[in-house]
């Protein structure tokens, strides 16, 4: 009986003192773990995608972020079974693995915040801006340049089912990632524009919708001329007039590649491709750009007018007009304005040309000199710059 007594008496003074020694390396732990770190000044850390927890807090120690990898490692361990990367009850919640990322600790960061920070994966955010008017091809190409992200894209969606604007992320994420969400707020956005749309409008479908979009952001950069351009467009489908818009025959010709580089010529007008709607009836059968939400709502929403042509007024703008003898009258008004500009341009190359030394002369090369085989190659006047083209 005395040596059961002293068998439970040894238990429990073990118990006792096994508790105690617990308690104390938990205490020991919890300072250390709260108190300040090494880190003088605020400072960030990239955690590649990949790195194990120890990789991670090897480098959070080389760093000078943390003291210690294995204190560091050790409440990571107790955080991982107890569901959670602190002791204070809800702080954190069950978000117990390291995450890749870009992370800024403030100066003498304790090791629980620090850990706090890399299981939040609350890092730094980057941002990415795509602007309106782009293609997919080129929106993939500014991504694949975007230093920040990481990986291949394996997939370009189609014209025009990108959303433009600003995208935030995390160093290293996903290109592919990027422009699926980006196909996946613009199908978010038109879905919603689409419920509310003027619903007598000459356009049946979401993708018609995006078509024209396309077509209304490629013609003006003005944010305050989109809904007129956008009523010019809709007036013209519901007379079964024909779009003639520059953009239009452009893609025809190089498609998302990009800009054509050159003036349009009468060949590049008469010529046949599916988008060119100086020669086919109606819309294109598909956008030629990735429209903004501002197209959008001006190609959903338009304001009613009569308005049947545009044209650049000379101030940056344009002059809307609804018969053809107006616009005719506002084309050569431009057209006097572009004369008058073109002068002031070639004055001082001529004053140049005229104060050059004797011996650099050089007789002047004669511009489309060859036969011009029905216009071949010969551009055609422009009535406005980029933005600003002539609707006839």
């Not at 604007?165 to 196909?183: H, K, P, V, W």
């Amino acid at each position: 009986m005395n040596g059961f007594l002293r068998f439970i008496d040894g238990s429990l003074s073990f118990v006792f003192l096994t508790l105690v020694m617990v308690a104390a390396v938990a205490l020991w732990l919890r300072q250390n773990f709260d108190a300040p770190g090494p880190l003088a000044d605020t400072a960030s850390v990239v955690i590649p995608k990949g790195e194990g927890a120890i990789e991670i807090a090897e480098r959070l120690e080389k760093s000078s972020v943390i003291a210690d990898r294995r204190v560091f490692m050790l409440q990571y361990y107790v955080a991982r079974i107890y569901g959670s990367t602190t002791a204070k009850a809800g702080s954190t919640g069950d978000r117990t693995s390291l995450k890749a990322g870009e992370y800024e600790f403030p100066k003498a960061a304790s090791a629980r915040s620090v850990l706090e920070t890399v299981t939040s994966g609350r890092g730094i955010l980057q941002k990415v801006t795509i602007p309106e008017g782009l293609t997919s091809q080129q929106i993939a190409d500014r991504l694949r340049a975007e230093p920040g992200l990481a990986g291949e894209i394996t997939s370009v969606p189609p014209e025009g089912l990108l959303l433009p604007d600003t995208y935030r992320f995390s160093r290293g994420a996903s290109r592919q990632e990027i422009l699926d969400r980006m196909q996946s707020e613009q199908a978010k956005l038109l879905m919603a524009l689409w419920e509310t749309r003027d619903r007598s409008l000459p356009i049946k479908t979401p993708e018609e919708a995006l078509a024209l979009a396309s077509i209304v952001e490629k013609e003006t950069g003005r944010a305050d001329e989109r809904p007129r351009v956008a009523a010019v467009f809709v007036n013209r489908l519901r007379k079964g007039m024909r779009l003639q818009s520059d953009p239009t025959t452009i893609y025809g010709i190089v498609g998302g590649q990009g800009p054509l580089g050159r003036s349009i010529t009468r060949s590049d007008i008469d010529g046949k491709t599916p988008y060119n709607t100086y020669q086919i009836d109606g819309l294109p059968p598909g956008p030629i750009c990735n429209p903004g939400r501002a197209s959008l709502e001006a190609t959903l929403n338009p304001p009613a007018t009569d308005d049947l042509y545009f044209v650049a007024d000379g101030t940056g703008g344009h002059a809307f007009t609804s018969t053809l003898k107006d616009h005719n009258a506002a084309v050569q008004n431009w057209r006097k304005i572009e004369r008058s500009r073109q002068q002031a341009a070639d004055e001082p190359a001529e004053r140049s040309s005229e104060a050059a030394p004797a011996k650099n002369a050089r007789v002047p090369a004669l511009l489309n000199s060859s036969s011009k085989r029905s216009g071949e190659g010969v551009p055609v006047p422009r009535k406005k710059p980029r933005e600003e083209r002539a609707k006839n």
